[in-house]
């Protein structure tokens, strides 16, 4: 029987209290700032888009190997996330600051983060990490890659510069779980580089990364360190 500790609920509390206050409070602050300075809103946006990624995404998965037992409650919330993030898709009343009619990026945000986690949990039985660092390699990887290309290009647009710095980050991180971490890094720093259709970056990245480090634990177990 699976028990969840008080100290779960507590920490759950404060990270969906975060996670809310980025999304709904600093982001639309942020939006607003560069608006003012001069910033195209489509450009806002697409930067806000980041910093969600990085603060929210990124944060919170740090966060869960160190206070949490199971990946139970970091999966609900995430599923969450991804209902409130939908919503207004459905409604048609979008927050401007992040959110655009003409993808829902944000809402496979939401769901992959959590089901890698999960995923990852259940198949190293009980090592995070597994599912963590495919979702880092989504939430700041990609993020920087989206940071180097909007700065250089003002708009959305791939660049091997982008991948480039995701890279830079991806391989050294995926270091923590070894040669198949650092594998997992590198193939999800080109794989961001394409486009797929209806999966999005969101998808691609930490799916591919994660059954790279899946197919190397069953068949080179000796390139992951758990």
Same mark, same amino acid.
């Given at each position: 029987?699976?028990?969840?500790?008080?100290?779960?609920?507590?920490?759950?509390?404060?990270?969906?209290?975060?996670?809310?206050?980025?999304?709904?409070?600093?982001?639309?602050?942020?939006?607003?700032?560069?608006?003012?300075?001069?910033?195209?809103?489509?450009?806002?946006?697409? /930067?806000? !888009?980041?910093?969600?990624?990085?603060?929210?995404?990124?944060?919170? #998965? +740090?966060?869960?190997?160190?206070?949490?037992? *199971?990946?139970?409650?970091?999966?609900?919330?995430?599923?969450?996330?991804?209902?409130?993030?939908?919503?207004?898709?459905?409604?048609?009343?979008?927050?401007?600051?992040?959110?655009?009619?003409?993808?829902?990026?944000?809402?496979?945000?939401?769901?992959?983060?959590?089901?890698?986690?999960?995923?990852?949990?259940?198949?190293?039985?009980?090592?995070?990490?597994?599912?963590?660092?495919?979702?880092?390699?989504?939430?700041?990887?990609?993020?920087?890659?989206?940071?180097?290309?909007?700065?250089? /290009?003002? !708009?959305?647009?791939?660049?091997?510069?982008?991948?480039?710095?995701? #890279? +830079?980050?991806?391989?050294?991180?995926?270091? *923590?779980?070894?040669?198949?971490?650092?594998?997992?890094?590198?193939?999800?720093?080109?794989?961001?580089?394409?486009?797929?259709?209806?999966?999005?970056?969101?998808?691609?990245?930490?799916?591919?990364?994660?059954?790279?480090?899946?197919?190397?634990?069953?068949?080179?177990?000796?390139?992951?360190?758990?």
């Amino acid at each position: 029987m699976v028990l969840i500790e008080f100290e779960e609920i507590l920490a759950t509390a404060i990270l969906f209290a975060w996670v809310i206050f980025v999304v709904a409070f600093l982001t639309r602050k942020l939006y607003d700032l560069m608006v003012k300075h001069g910033f195209e809103g489509n450009i806002a946006i697409y /930067y806000n !888009r980041k910093v969600i990624h990085v603060l929210t995404g990124g944060f919170v #998965a +740090l966060i869960v190997p160190l206070t949490f037992e *199971t990946p139970i409650i970091p999966l609900i919330m995430a599923f969450i996330l991804g209902a409130l993030t939908y919503i207004p898709h459905k409604t048609g009343r979008l927050m401007y600051w992040f959110q655009t009619a003409d993808n829902a990026y944000e809402v496979s945000f939401c769901i992959m983060w959590g089901l890698i986690i999960a995923l990852g949990w259940v198949v190293s039985r009980g090592n995070f990490w597994v599912g963590v660092l495919p979702v880092l390699f989504m939430s700041v990887g990609d993020a920087l890659t989206g940071l180097v290309r909007n700065a250089l /290009y003002k !708009r959305r647009t791939k660049s091997w510069w982008g991948n480039l710095a995701m #890279a +830079l980050f991806s391989i050294p991180v995926g270091a *923590t779980l070894g040669i198949a971490g650092m594998i997992a890094g590198a193939a999800a720093s080109v794989i961001e580089h394409f486009e797929f259709g209806i999966l999005d970056d969101n998808v691609m990245v930490p799916l591919t990364s994660f059954i790279i480090i899946l197919t190397l634990m069953l068949l080179a177990p000796w390139t992951i360190t758990l």
